[in-house]
Structures are given as structure tokens and as C-alpha cells.
């Protein structure tokens, strides 16, 4: 990873765990997969791009994805985004589907989400990294360990969150989130992913984006304009 270069709202907490000998150890791994030509995604100034683009100081919400993309040109380091010009793929849009239902939010014609990103959403996966066309190829390396500290950080918050949990994966790794209806401060929402495999179970109906933007509101704060801007 070389210096790490990260927003300091999120380096100054988390510089215990780029000193710890696992985070050494998943730096040595990527090293080793690069000099042996294997193609790692996003490229390697993209991995802590959802950090970078939402310092802890501005997380509102936080949607949990599981692996960046595997194909060429599709990930750049937001969970479900891929970069302008890239085909919008499936479980987006659903997503798209779902917003259009429950907000009346015309379906955007691409799959960058930087938008959100920009207003305090964190678009974070489990793990940073991934082998062109290999998924799950770099699970258990140590990222799962590195985002959860990340999700601890934001559970941490005084300020309430929302976190938009889709699918089991996404629902064990924050089950520790400190939620309204355990008598915490965060509102936590679940619903089945939004692939196509899936969707149909529950994703579809959940209304999970007017439900965020109404809590944000009843709590003082601005509601997320979910409306994804046009492409130059």
C-alpha cells in the first residue's frame, strides 16, 4: 500500500489498524499478486475511496456491499457504483427500481454514485480489493477485519445513522451497530439484496430511502437527495 494516503477524519482513528501486523500482511499479499501480473480492482489509489469522499465527520448513512466488481473498468472503490460510461449492473437497477417506486425518482441513465458519496453517504464494501474476474478472491485477507473498525468508527458517532443492511451479508457484519430498536441512536434497516436472485423476496417494497431520509429529518438533519445527476 506504500504511504496511505486517507481523509485525516478517517487515518487519525484508524492508524492502529494500518499499524497492526495484519493490515503488513494483506500489504504483502496484494504486493505478491501485482508482481505476479495478476490485474487487482479498483486500481490501487481507489481503495479507500468511499473514505475519502465521506470523512467519518460527514457519514449520514451507510450502505454495506460485500466485493468490488471483477470486470474491467467497473470498480473504482463505492459499493454498487461503477464509473460513468460502464453498463448499470443488475442489483443497481434494482436499486434504481426500488427508489423509482418509493420516491418517484426517475431511473438514472448511468451507475456512478459519487452523488451520494458526497452527501454522507458511505459506500463501503467488506473487502477493497478483488482479481479481475475472480469474485471473492481476496475475502479473508484482512479487509473484513479493517472495514469492520471502519463500522465501529461510525457506530461510535454520537450523531444518529442509518444503515441500509441488504442482504445476510451485509446483516451479520454490522449486527453490532448500536440500533434504535435495541435502545440505541442508529436506525437500522434490513431487507434481502438486491440482486436479481433476491430482490423479489423483499428488496422490492422496502421503501428503505424515504424511510432513511424521514428518520434523518425527524433527527434535525438534511434528508440524502438520492437523485443522481446527469453525466457530462
Same mark, same amino acid.
Given at each position: 500500500m506504500g504511504e496511505i494516503k486517507l481523509h485525516p477524519g =478517517?487515518?487519525?482513528?484508524?492508524?492502529?489498524?494500518?499499524?497492526?501486523?495484519?493490515?503488513?500482511?494483506?500489504?504483502?499479499?496484494?504486493?505478491?499478486?501485482k508482481a505476479a501480473g495478476k490485474?487487482?480492482?479498483?486500481?490501487?489509489?481507489? =481503495?479507500?475511496?468511499?473514505?475519502?469522499l465521506t470523512p467519518l465527520e460527514q457519514v449520514r448513512v451507510v450502505i454495506l456491499g460485500q466485493d468490488p466488481y471483477h470486470g474491467e473498468g467497473q470498480a473504482h472503490g463505492l459499493c454498487f457504483s461503477v464509473r460513468p460510461g460502464v453498463r448499470t449492473p443488475p442489483s443497481l437497477v434494482n436499486i434504481y427500481k426500488e427508489m423509482e417506486a418509493d420516491l418517484g425518482i426517475p431511473r438514472a441513465r448511468?451507475?456512478?454514485?459519487e452523488h451520494w458519496a458526497q452527501q454522507g453517504v458511505l459506500l463501503l464494501n467488506a473487502v477493497l480489493t478483488v482479481q479481475m474476474s475472480m469474485a471473492a478472491s481476496h475475502q479473508g485477507r484482512g479487509w473484513e477485519r479493517f472495514t469492520d473498525a471502519v463500522i465501529r468508527l461510525v457506530n461510535a458517532k454520537q450523531e444518529p445513522v442509518v444503515f441500509l443492511l441488504w442482504g445476510s451479508h451485509a446483516q451479520k457484519k454490522a449486527a453490532f451497530v448500536d440500533s434504535i430498536d435495541k435502545g440505541g441512536r442508529h436506525l437500522v434497516l434490513k431487507a434481502p439484496h438486491p440482486s436479481p436472485l433476491s430482490a423479489h423476496s423483499g428488496f422490492f417494497g422496502c421503501r428503505h430511502f424515504s424511510k432513511a431520509n424521514a428518520f434523518l429529518t425527524s433527527?434535525?438533519?438534511?434528508?440524502?437527495? =438520492?437523485?443522481?445527476?446527469e453525466l457530462d
Open positions: =478517517w487515518l487519525e482513528p484508524l492508524k492502529d489498524e494500518f499499524a497492526d501486523p495484519y493490515m503488513t500482511a494483506l500489504r504483502e499479499f496484494l504486493v505478491t499478486e490485474r487487482v480492482f479498483p486500481a490501487g489509489g481507489e =481503495w479507500f475511496r468511499a473514505l475519502d448511468h451507475g456512478f454514485l433527527r434535525g438533519h438534511q434528508p440524502i437527495d =438520492w437523485a443522481l445527476p
